[in-house]
């Protein structure tokens, strides 16, 4: 087992695009599975349990936005999108369905590698800075064990994709600090962004959290906007809460 090879599923209906990922995949050390369309896809996944997915949009009988749909039904695994399409919009439109990230085609290889290796590196670390020893911090009706990373709001478990905990865990290991946006994404994505467009990877996953977390999505209590920068979580003390 100490020397099982992470799995990745690459989805996508170029044949070319699967043979090329698959060949550079395997060489770097991954155990790697395709599927040709969103119907093989679905059934692979579930045969196959890879540790991440790469997924196309365009693809026949089932695009990757129902595929994506479908994964997070049941599962949290890391699922990087493939998108040809120009619209900033449409590209969100995964994200926001549960995505972790995108590359858009035409993509470099060795850049889907290296974001292949963040997303992977940064759903398995665990601990941060400002996190108590017992690892467990409760505000309000919500509480995080960062050791389990696992999410209650009452007594009702909260499922987090890896990069989302992520995410909550960076703003509340820094509670009552503004952190931009680029940081964020460098801290959690693991990469600079090279356009404003890349830091809506961080806006559509703090969104996805409020949503799960809060009680007004709309009116946020714990995760604060810092204008014209980026975000913060609650000042602990400030809320009324103890740390366990």
């Given at each position: 087992m100490e020397n099982r090879k992470e799995k990745i599923l690459v989805v996508d209906d170029e044949a070319s695009i699967r043979r090329i990922l698959e060949t550079r995949l395997s060489m770097i050390?991954?155990?790697?599975?395709?599927?040709?369309?969103?119907?093989?896809?679905?059934?692979?996944?579930?045969?196959?349990n890879p540790d991440l997915?790469?997924?196309?949009?365009?693809?026949?009988?089932?695009?990757?936005?129902g595929v994506c749909q479908e994964f997070r039904k049941e599962s949290n695994v890391p699922i990087i999108m493939l998108t040809a399409l120009g619209d900033v919009a449409d590209r969100i439109t995964g994200l926001e369905l549960g995505a972790d990230d995108y590359v858009v085609k035409p993509f470099s290889p060795k850049e889907l590698e290296a974001r292949i290796r963040c997303v992977l590196r940064r759903v398995d670390?665990?601990?941060?800075?400002g996190i108590p020893?017992?690892?467990?911090?409760?505000?309000?009706n919500v509480k995080i064990d960062t050791n389990k990373r696992q999410v209650y709001k009452g007594d009702r478990r909260i499922r987090l994709t890896g990069m989302e905990f992520n995410l909550l865990e960076l703003l509340v290991s820094h509670a009552g600090e503004a952190i931009s946006r680029?940081?964020?994404?460098?801290q959690v994505w693991g990469y600079t962004p090279e356009r404003l467009v890349d830091t809506r990877?961080?806006?559509?996953?703090?969104?996805?959290l409020r949503a799960k977390l809060e009680e007004d999505p709309s009116n946020p209590e714990l995760i604060l906007t810092a204008r014209s920068m980026g975000y913060q979580f609650q000042r602990l003390g400030d809320f009324g809460e103890n740390e366990k």
């Open positions: 050390g991954y155990d790697v599975v395709t599927a040709a369309d969103g119907e093989e896809a679905l059934e692979t996944f579930r045969n196959s997915v790469v997924l196309d949009v365009m693809m026949p009988k089932l695009d990757g936005y670390k665990s601990g941060g800075s020893n017992s690892g467990v911090i409760s505000i309000g680029s940081d964020i994404l460098q990877v961080v806006d559509v996953h703090v969104s996805r």
